[in-house]
């Protein structure tokens, strides 16, 4: 079994580890529902940080940058079931049940779902295909299952319409304050620019204005200075450093630190 396994390609997967695992996640384009079945899961964005354990549901707002922690915790596998609500989907939907859908969702973004009989059975019933994951579920099936979460958590939380039928575009924010709170996740420029509500050639613009510089050389310049403060002043590993920053690879991030300052991160 692959992780994490697609049991419906794009749409719902299954992930487990043995041992913990720290990465950096883009939510761009999709809401998410995250089942934790067993271990414990961390999410820190810029503006908060989130944390839960086995039973616990958590409903992940679109286009987010956050890091997520993966913990077994207790000798057993850290194990999660997660399903994009895709947008089509989300407005067939509304379309169907003649949800409005004008509003602007303004409250929290990432929401921990209260547990009840109905979700537990619902995520219950996804099981069996985790168990045997040979046995593929048909994409009729699967879909049918993610509309069944929709309508689920509608039943338990009614407040969630406003967070679930929201398609408005993300708002002009301050890039200034967003880049300063974003700029070691390692995403392309034209992510950066539809998280920030603007087009390529607006978000470039604007940068250049703020900034000074364009955005790819800022970004280079800002995790450079960044390793060099967290190098020198709190004494970390490159190693332990470059992935955090946004570098792809050490070697990468050892020729640009030399390039820049005349000194490989270690000396």
Known sequence: ?????????????????????????????????????????????????????RGQMLLIQKNQLAEITKTPLEDNQYQTIVIRLQENLLRQIALEEQIETGSKYTGPPNILIPGNEYLKAFFQSILPYVRNPEEKIIRSMG????????????????????????????????????????????????????????????FKRDFQKIFGMPPRHWLLEKRLIEAKHLIENKHKKPSAIYLDLGFESLSHFSHSFKKKFGKTPTE
Not at 37 to 46: A, D, I, L, P, Y
Not at 152 to 160: A, I, Q, R
Not at 180 to 192: A, D, M, Q, R
């Open 143 to 202: 879909m049918l299952k993610v509309r069944e979460a929709v309508h689920l958590l509608l039943y338990s939380m009614p407040e969630l319409q406003e967070y679930l039928f929201d398609f408005s575009e993300p708002y002009k924010m301050d890039l200034e304050r967003f880049m300063l709170s974003n700029f070691h996740y390692n995403i392309p420029v034209e992510k950066f620019a539809a998280l920030t509500g603007r087009s390529l050639a607006g």
């Open 1 to 53: 079994m692959t992780n994490p396994n697609e049991i419906l390609p794009g749409v719902i997967f299954f992930s487990y580890l043995s041992t913990k695992r720290k990465e950096k996640v883009a939510f761009l384009e999709h809401t998410t529902l995250v089942l934790q079945v067993s271990g414990s899961f961390s999410m820190e964005t810029s503006s908060e940080k989130i944390s839960m354990r």
